[in-house]
């Protein structure tokens, strides 16, 4: 779901200033607790009796309303927790993250001056009172996150001042009132996650001021409204401001609404997991702002509409399991934002437009089980594995064993001098012809069978010869580089062309040419090399990064460095095993290769089923500061270049960190270059431009980045609005708009997980600091999250065991 932040009137910006100078400290204070500034008047009678009575219907677990207490005087004097007054009346009453249960009193409606109601992310029970539609000056009212349960009172929207409203993620039924947008300021609606049913009221789609409109997983039915845009009797001209408007996970029917293309400032649109058929309206291709466009899992049908390449924003575009047919258009290759294209389970036919290759974005990509065929264009291929070409059963060249057949050769055949273009007489073959035309068929057979008994001949005498301990024309040279984690010695060894291999301790046994025979796969680039996927001869699997031969160190310099690196051994570091050095320059550095893959592609290229629980998030946050606080506190070592993409998952997500201190085996120019080609990436400390230097510091705010991306479940290389990801997360929480940081598979859970995942979010704002000497170091982080959950941090392993030396 789409954030989007808002502000409220100017008048309301200048109370919050005068009275809530320090509510910013909500989420950076160890105890959330929210500044108080009393304005020094006695609160009324009618307010002070008020409050008594919302205290005792409130369980208060923690002792928040201890501060409750003593006469009149006392409650607009600040001490009061969560109260702002104006001239002894109370004007706000915000107590998030609480851990208050009970119910809200119907007394609430006697606060006749409160503009803000903020009780979210708590474990209230029972109904919303109607009398909260008795405030005639409620602008904001905030209940997200709770137990509440029961219908929606009709009231609630009737304030002419209410300007945001959000009941997400309770137990609400029934239908929905239609006046809840009769204010002529409401600009956010959020009803999402609860069970709410019927029909969506057409006054929704007449509200001209309405900006976030969110009513996913709920139990809607019937049309989608299709009066968008058009004016109510009261609207008149005015332009129409919605920008979000999802609507995923209901149980709509009918088509696609032509009326949505009058909503130009749209941004986001989610219809996905409804029923919904019929064709996509060409009136779409006109919503210019449109970033995501998510329509999957309906019954969609037809082709794309003409035009779509005008959608120059879009950076989502989900079509997945529809019906829709026909070929993909070459024009998709213009939308230059897109990021994530899923055209999969569908009825696309004809080839894969090789335009595609251009989309330099595009990181998630998917078109299986399809109709398609023809050779999947190379770059594609290479960038994503089979399982986004699968069920394509003419699709070919996707992996390896799916190859695209060669093209039969052609032929060259020099023209007669009696050749005539219009003759059709074709001269009849002799005997001489046949005999000579079978007998050099039979030398080519002959010539092709000798050639596969002399390659089986020579490989038999090799593995012969390597099983005897010996190897045809291999000079051996043990070559002791230092001593391994376990104790044991690397081992070098040179191969048939003059390059040497040293190997690590570890698991695994080859020589040279079994590392340069084997079958490779491109898994990505980064600027200081391409990274493979090798396969060698007895099936085992390892990663290999090739580094520029032209950017990394002489030989003399590589070796000292690669030497300390290959001794680095932690249960959450990716272990170097091997490096060869070439005859040429070539450097190649071999480790472990997990099947799972990347945490990047782990977050942010699975399907919408598959969802990750906050243990899990948790569990990976902790192994990497785990990892990285080895490397800065045992080894004396800096990453450089921590990303999501530098970090790889075992089987049960443990996460282990790649690519460290990769910057010391490259020239210095080369580490430069790469620091100023990295900003887009996201995840570069502010300060490194100007010092060109990686330190533990610029490894602790790349730290802080990747724990907001599993917060958020973004990726650090988005933009949004303009900001990256910490600038948007610290606005989104300054504006109280907390549950839109947390990725909604998070949201299910909060009333458990919620103070975990909230410590840990100020903790990730704390790492991603613009100063470095406000940024704690690793061991300090570590210890944090270990108290945010001691149990998940008895329960990882605090030492790996020594791996056993092959060698």
């Given at each position: 779901m789409g954030s989007y932040q808002f502000h409220e009137s100017a008048s309301i910006l200048v109370i919050y200033a005068l009275f809530f100078s320090f509510a910013h400290l909500l989420f950076f204070s160890p105890k959330l607790a929210i500044a108080q500034q009393g304005d020094g008047v006695s609160i009324t009678l009618s307010d002070f009796q008020a409050l008594l009575a919302i205290k005792r219907e409130l369980i208060d677990q923690r002792g928040t309303l201890k501060s409750w207490n003593g006469s009149r005087n006392s409650a607009c004097s600040g001490s009061w927790a969560g109260i702002k007054c104006i001239k002894g009346q109370v004007v706000a009453l915000q107590l998030p993250f609480k851990a208050l249960g009970g119910r809200i009193s119907s007394k609430i409606g006697l606060l006749k001056e409160l503009r803000k109601l903020s009780l979210h992310d708590n474990l209230i029970r029972g109904t919303i009172p109607s009398s909260i539609g008795s405030l005639p000056n409620l602008r904001g009212l905030y209940l997200f996150n709770n137990r509440l349960s029961g219908l929606i009172p009709p009231s609630i929207g009737s304030s002419p001042q209410l300007q945001a409203l959000d009941l997400s993620n309770n137990f609400l039924v029934g239908s929905v009132p239609s006046t809840l947008v009769s204010s002529p300021r409401i600009y956010r609606l959020n009803l999402s996650f609860n069970s709410l049913s019927g029909l969506i009221p057409p006054s929704f789609s007449s509200s001209p001021s309405l900006t976030f409109l969110a009513l996913e997983h709920n139990n809607f039915s019937g049309l989608v409204p299709d009066s968008w845009g058009t004016p109510s009797k009261k609207g008149g001209n005015a332009v129409y401001q919605l920008r979000s408007l999802t609507l995923d996970y209901n149980s709509l029917y009918g088509t696609i609404p032509h009326s949505l293309g009058k909503l130009g400032k749209l941004e986001e649109l989610s219809l996905s997991h409804n029923k919904l058929n019929g064709t996509i309206p060409d009136e779409i291709t006109r919503l210019m702002d449109l970033r995501v466009l998510d329509l999957s899992a309906n019954g969609i049908n037809g082709s794309f509409p003409k035009g779509f390449d005008s959608l120059k924003n879009l950076s989502t575009l989900n079509l997945k399991a529809n019906h829709l047919s026909g070929p993909i258009p070459r024009s998709i290759g213009n939308l230059s934002s897109i990021a994530l294209l899923d055209l999969s389970q569908n009825n696309f036919t004809g080839e894969i437009p090789t335009s595609l290759e251009t989309l330099s974005n595009l990181t998630s990509f998917n078109v299986s089980y399809n109709h398609l065929s023809g050779q999947v264009p190379p770059r594609l291929s290479k960038k994503f594995n089979s399982s986004s070409f699968v069920g394509n059963l003419q699709l070919c060249g996707f992996s390896t064993p799916n190859p695209c057949p060669s093209p039969p050769p052609v032929m060259s055949q020099a023209p007669s001098p009696s050749f005539e273009p219009k003759a059709t007489h074709h001269r009849r073959l002799s005997t001489k012809d046949i005999i000579l035309i079978v007998v050099g068929s039979l030398l080519v057979i002959l010539l092709a069978l000798f050639c596969v008994l002399l390659c089986c001949l020579i490989r038999k005498r090799t593995a012969s010869k390597t099983k005897n301990g010996k190897r045809g024309g291999?000079?051996?040279?043990?070559?002791?580089?230092?001593?391994?984690?376990?104790?044991?010695?690397?081992?070098?060894?040179?191969?048939?062309?003059?390059?040497?291999?040293?190997?690590?301790?570890?698991?695994?046994?080859?020589?040279?040419?079994?590392?340069?025979?084997?079958?490779?796969?491109?898994?990505?680039?980064?600027?200081?090399?391409?990274?493979?996927?090798?396969?060698?001869?007895?099936?085992?699997?390892?990663?290999?990064?090739?580094?520029?031969?032209?950017?990394?160190?002489?030989?003399?310099?590589?070796?000292?460095?690669?030497?300390?690196?290959?001794?680095?051994?932690?249960?959450?570091?990716?272990?170097?095993?091997?490096?060869?050095?070439?005859?040429?320059?070539?450097?190649?550095?071999?480790?472990?290769?997990?099947?799972?893959?990347?945490?990047?592609?782990?977050?942010?290229?699975?399907?919408?089923?598959?969802?990750?629980?906050?243990?899990?998030?948790?569990?990976?946050?902790?192994?990497?500061?785990?990892?990285?606080?080895?490397?800065?506190?045992?080894?004396?070592?800096?990453?450089?270049?921590?990303?999501?993409?530098?970090?790889?998952?075992?089987?049960?997500?443990?996460?282990?960190?790649?690519?460290?201190?990769?910057?010391?085996?490259?020239?210095?120019?080369?580490?430069?270059?790469?620091?100023?080609?990295?900003?887009?990436?996201?995840?570069?400390?502010?300060?490194?431009?100007?010092?060109?230097?990686?330190t533990t510091k610029t490894d602790i705010y790349s730290l802080g980045v990747i724990i907001l991306e599993l917060l958020t479940g973004k990726s650090p290389s988005e933009t949004m609005d303009g900001s990256d990801l910490p600038q948007w997360v610290a606005s989104t929480v300054k504006e109280e708009w907390t549950n839109e940081v947390f990725e909604l598979d998070l949201m299910r859970d909060v009333s458990s997980t919620g103070d975990e995942m909230l410590n840990t979010l100020k903790l990730a704002l704390h790492l991603v600091d613009q100063s470095p000497d406000s940024r704690p170091d690793a061991q300090q982080v570590l210890q944090q999250l270990e108290e945010i959950n001691p149990t998940m941090a008895a329960e990882l392993p605090t030492e790996e065991p020594a791996e056993k030396s092959h060698h």
């Open positions: 291999i000079e051996k040279s043990l070559a002791t580089v230092g001593a391994g984690a376990g104790g044991g010695a690397a081992s070098g060894e040179a191969g048939t062309n003059g390059g040497k291999l040293v190997l690590f301790d570890g698991p695994f046994v080859f020589t040279a040419d079994d590392l340069l025979c084997a079958t490779a796969e491109i898994m990505g680039k980064s600027p200081f090399g391409t990274v493979y996927k090798a396969t060698l001869e007895d099936g085992t699997q390892v990663t290999v990064k090739r580094l520029r031969e032209k950017l990394a160190k002489s030989p003399k310099e590589f070796e000292i460095e690669v030497a300390a690196l290959g001794r680095v051994r932690h249960q959450n570091l990716l272990p170097l095993r091997a490096y060869y050095l070439g005859p040429k320059g070539e450097k190649l550095l071999v480790s472990d290769h997990l099947s799972k893959g990347s945490l990047s592609s782990f977050l942010h290229a699975r399907g919408q089923e598959t969802t990750v629980d906050w243990p899990t998030r948790m569990k990976i946050a902790m192994g990497i500061t785990r990892g990285l606080n080895h490397l800065h506190t045992q080894e004396n070592l800096v990453h450089g270049n921590l990303t999501s993409s530098d970090i790889y998952l075992d089987e049960q997500n443990n996460p282990k960190i790649a690519d460290y201190s990769i910057h010391r085996l490259m020239t210095d120019s080369a580490n430069t270059n790469a620091i100023a080609t990295a900003g887009s990436t996201g995840y570069r400390a502010p300060e490194l431009p100007k010092s060109k230097k990686p």
